[in-house]
């Protein structure tokens, strides 16, 4: 390892959004910054994010939309860099983009946009940026911090932590930054996937077997927390918008609820087609209110097809609570294999909220995704990413 030390004011430890973002921050405030990567490319959480195109922010962006041990410790970032923020960013460099449903943003074209609008201005503000570096050790010094790497060492007086959660492996997602804020003694909340799909035991899995890739509207809960979106059955269990929400507050041992029918009151229904048309099958009346496929199972479920007429409202209310009613116990999740988001991370106690820096270590800083601070899907972790990368290349 050469014996010369580099400087700067600013080393940030990830390219990923967060990483950059709060890079270009700073460097627009004169500060010289180095950003640091063992990834090939900078940016690759976004580059794959909402199916290439990236969804880059929500309109509908406040606290709410955010899971944390301290809700409100992500209100001042929010509050110092919107939504409303980043999309002048993006109208900046004429990126076109679209809303999709529930204010979700998506950029026309490729992600690649989003990707390449970071580095032009990480670029603007003189911004190095180092990839394939690996970090090998990190030191606290009395006048900052020295990063040795395999390429060589630097030395900053601030130094950012933006190296993300463990979601993705293949990606090169890693714990490295909680083993950083373990060695620098701030507490980690435990991690655990998010924004996942959801896995079923054996029972389950017999009772939708033959369901893969059936999708259907649905309110799933999980306690008193609610989404209704679309939900998709799948050879492991269940996924979908609302099952993607809902998996960020499941536990291991807790019960899901789904309504198969938001909008609807089966055992209403199913006594009102009786009256209508009691010749009907059970299976046909029910098929008007949930995919055919599905239907048919829930009646096969419970006692099997008959008709209306010849059929009580004690299978009725049966029937019924199968598809508004609905109550799982999910065996577990597809993990970080595929877990868009990693819940958990450095406990914000330990943090300031208006610079991310930490409490006991002046000049270290956490951002993005590393934090315990989790959004909801829909473009809420990139503006986290903006908004913490933000508040804190205003400050170091």
């Known amino acids: ?45 976004i580059r ?86 690996k970090i090998s050790d990190v030191e606290k010094t009395e006048s900052g911090f020295t990063v040795a790497t395999d390429h060589t060492r630097v030395a900053c007086t601030s130094l950012v932590i933006a190296t993300g959660g463990k979601s993705i492996p293949k990606m090169g997602a890693t714990g490295f930054g909680y083993d950083l804020a373990k060695q620098f003694g701030l507490n980690i909340v435990t991690p655990r996937p998010a924004l996942v799909p959801l896995t079923f035991g054996p029972d389950l899995m017999r009772q939708i077997d033959g369901l893969a890739g059936l999708a259907a509207d649905a309110t799933v809960s999980c306690g008193k927390t609610r989404f209704a979106e679309a939900l998709l059955f799948t050879h492991k269990g269940l996924s979908g918008p609302s099952i993607l929400q809902i998996s960020s507050y499941w536990e291991e041992g807790k019960e899901i609820a789904i309504n198969l029918a938001p909008a609807t009151d089966v055992l209403a229904v199913l006594k009102e087609a009786r009256k209508e048309q009691p010749k009907q099958d059970v299976a046909t009346a029910l098929s008007r209110l949930v995919p055919k496929r599905l239907a048919d199972r829930i009646v096969e479920l419970n006692g099997g097809s008959a008709r209306l007429a010849d059929t009580p409202d004690a299978r009725f209310k049966v029937l019924a609570a199968a598809v508004n009613d ?25 943090l300031l909220s208006k610079t991310l820096e930490a409490r006991a270590v002046p000049g270290l800083h956490f951002i993005g995704e590393v934090v315990d601070v989790t959004g909801h899907l829909g473009g809420f972790n990139f503006q986290w990413a903006w908004s913490s990368g933000y508040a804190a290349g205003q400050h170091v």
């Open 326 to 350: 609905w109550r799982i116990f999910p065996a577990g999740t597809e993990g970080y294999r595929i877990a868009e988001v990693t819940a958990g991370g450095v406990d914000t106690d330990a």
């Open 1 to 45: 390892m050469p014996s010369s030390i580099k400087h700067y004011d600013v080393v940030i430890l990830g390219a990923g959004g967060a990483g950059l973002f709060c890079a270009m921050t700073a460097g627009a405030r004169g500060r010289s910054v180095l950003v640091l990567d063992h990834a090939n490319a900078p940016g690759e959480k």
């Open 48 to 133: 794959i994010s909402g199916g290439g195109r990236c969804n880059f922010t929500n309109l509908h962006t406040t606290p709410a939309n955010f899971i944390s041990e301290n809700p409100r410790f992500c209100i001042s970032a929010l509050k110092t860099y919107t939504q409303r923020d980043f999309i002048a960013l993006v109208d900046k460099h004429s990126i076109a983009w679209h809303e999709k449903t529930l204010g979700q943003l998506f950029c026309d074209g490729s992600s690649q946009q989003i990707i390449d609008m970071l580095l032009s201005e990480c670029h603007a503000s003189g911004v190095a940026i180092e990839l394939q570096t």
